[in-house]
């Protein structure tokens, strides 16, 4: 816990001065000066006074052009943007003008540095990455922008400049506010024109960080992404209240990346389970590295890395976020808000698990189970006379393959003796012929198997084999036997099969109900939709298939996806059948 104490400098006996007698001393009488936020000046109407939480009207007398014309003439020059300044503070004198472009009323703001504001995202700032603020008018944008510049100057020792375009953020004046400290401020004659004085800072005076406030044109987006490109930190504000509105203002998104639409093809969408092909997905990095969200004067969210929480945003997924928040006592608070929707289904169409969160069994009919038992031993002899295809061995005679396979097993040496071995060296040197190194180190990884992969074969205790290859291949065989390195051979490179023969060589007892640790073994790529899709079916099989011996029906999947599943359900040493047709084919598993 972190106390924030807070220090406040208005210099508000100044704006007081400038404004008509009637109306500061109506002011003081009121009272709760520390309070006030602005002063409302409109011709013909009553002069009012805004404070944080309530408005009062000062006098019953209207603004007349006098009482304006007062005030115009002891403020500085009006600018481009129709603001102007009190030389040396921080406030800020708006006019409002008709068509003839006289002024017909004015609103003077009460500028505060105020010191300890950042308590809640120092660390933030202290990080070197680019920090973007967001929030609606009076959240105290521009006087955290004030104090970081300061922060930055004077308690980092880095070279801090100051876009300033309404002189707002250090004053009126050519003198800056000592509220920026040593930071530099630089000044822009023309409000259209800040985007060139954003590049004219990076080139000409060498800074470690530019501060920014209100980031409001393309042209502005396009030189802040410029000098964040350079390796400068950059310090801005934008309009907008919430990351989720740069997404739908064209203007600024590219501060978040830019977004643009992508069209899919039919393989990739049913892969993504997504009811259209086109949708929306961010073009590049953002700008900005963090985004704080100000919703109240003292309770921001933070969002740490942008690009991830808009890449949550454009898939209608809440991305979460960390609040931070000062007490009354004056202590920074940090929470972390989890997110609301982490599996939001994206096609509202789909039904099943992800939608109540429980997998429900296909009825148990006589005749589909009939069909299952014949089915699953047509599969075993299918398997048979695949491994025994090259022999020309007729699928009935079912006695002969069994036979046949049996010798085979005999083939590849003894496997009593790995115990042997693993007393002995401690750790199996394993190598592989044709089998895939990856998916060998992530079974060894996952079930932290006493196992290390070697490529010289002078120094394996034991040869891996795709039994495809290691037939046609008599040099290794020659090599193992002559050096009585046994020889384990198995039907396809899977991490199944892979996991059973590493647990055989081991001597280690298989349990097709093992907890798996990480689903990512049998991915083939980092997508979501492939984590969730085995998800699904490694609770299907723990929950229902094993305990309960129901088969089980997923839900619609793309061929890639249902590859993986099949795979896992073969890690369980069940059975798994594809059944419908695209784009509604889908997974049915069996129990024994």
Not at 203 to 223: C, F, K, Q, R
Not at 363 to 373: A, G, H, K, N
Request: glycine residues 6%; hydrophobic residues 35%.
């Amino acid at each position: 816990m972190e106390s924030i104490r807070k220090q406040v400098t208005d210099n508000l006996d100044q704006l007081l001065d400038i404004l008509p007698p009637r109306i500061k001393n109506s002011l003081e009488l009121c009272g709760g000066l520390e309070q006030l936020v602005e002063i409302v000046m409109d011709l013909g109407r009553l002069p009012e006074a805004r404070y944080f939480d309530t408005t009062k009207y000062l006098t019953d007398d209207p603004i007349t052009k006098e009482d304006l014309a007062i005030c115009v003439q002891q403020v500085g020059e009006f600018g481009g943007d129709n603001r102007a300044g009190i030389e040396r503070t921080l406030h800020r004198i708006s006019a409002i003008r008709n068509r003839k472009g006289e002024i017909i009323g004015l609103t003077c703001r009460v500028g505060r540095a105020v010191y300890g504001t950042i308590a809640m995202i120092r660390d933030l700032v202290e990080t070197g990455k680019s920090i973007l603020l967001l929030g609606k008018p009076g959240m105290g944008k521009t006087t955290a922008l004030r104090e970081i510049a300061r922060v930055l100057a004077d308690d980092l020792n880095k070279r801090v400049v100051i876009i300033d375009s309404s002189n707002e953020i250090a004053g009126d004046g050519d003198i800056p506010h000592p509220a920026i400290g040593r930071a530099r401020r630089m000044q822009v004659s023309q409000p259209e024109l800040q985007h060139q004085v954003m590049i004219e800072a990076v080139e000409n005076h060498m800074p470690e960080v530019i501060v920014i406030d209100e980031i409001g044109t393309e042209l502005e987006a396009l030189a802040a992404r410029t000098i964040a490109e350079r390796g400068v930190q950059l310090v801005g504000t934008a309009h907008g209240n919430q990351l989720a509105n740069l997404i739908k203002n064209p203007t600024l998104s590219d501060l978040i990346g830019g977004i643009q639409s992508v069209t899919l093809g039919d393989e990739e969408m049913r892969r993504r389970g997504l009811p259209q092909k086109s949708i929306l997905e961010r073009k590049a990095q953002p700008t900005f590295d963090i985004a704080v969200e100000m919703w109240e004067r003292y309770r921001w969210a933070v969002h740490t890395d942008v690009a991830g929480t808009i890449d949550m945003l454009l898939r209608d997924r809440d991305p979460g976020r960390q609040i931070r928040a000062v007490s009354d006592a004056g202590e920074v608070t940090t929470t972390e808000e989890k997110p609301k929707n982490p599996e939001v289904m994206r096609n509202p169409a789909v039904k099943g698990w992800r939608a109540t969160g429980k997998i429900k069994p296909l009825p148990l009919d006589p005749q589909v189970q009939m069909r299952s038992e014949v089915a699953d031993l047509t599969s075993k002899i299918d398997r048979n006379i695949d491994r025994n295809i090259d022999r020309n061995v007729d699928r009935n005679n079912v006695a002969e393959l069994n036979e046949s396979i049996a010798e085979e097993e005999e083939e590849f040496g003894d496997l009593t003796s790995y115990d042997t071995m693993r007393e002995r060296f401690g750790t199996l040197n394993v190598y592989l012929y044709g089998v895939s190194r990856h998916q060998t180190e992530q079974v060894v990884q996952s079930i932290n198997l006493p196992i290390e992969i070697t490529k010289d074969l002078d120094e394996a205790d034991i040869v891996l084999a795709l039994r495809s290859q290691i037939r046609t291949s008599s040099k290794v065989r020659q090599v193992a036997e002559a050096r009585q390195i046994p020889i384990h051979a198995i039907k396809t490179s899977t991490l199944p099969q892979i996991t059973r023969a590493l647990r055989r060589i081991l001597h280690i007892d298989e349990s097709p109900t093992d907890t798996i640790s990480d689903l990512n073994m049998f991915a083939y790529g980092d997508s979501e939709d492939e984590i969730e899709a085995l998800e699904e079916t490694r609770l299907a099989v723990e929950q229902i298939v094993i305990p309960k011996g129901q088969p089980v029906e997923l839900l619609p999947r793309s061929s890639i996806i249902r590859r993986m599943q099949h795979e896992l359900v073969e890690h369980y040493q069940l059975r798994s059948e594809s059944y419908g047709s695209e784009p509604n084919r889908r997974l049915r598993i069996f129990p024994n």
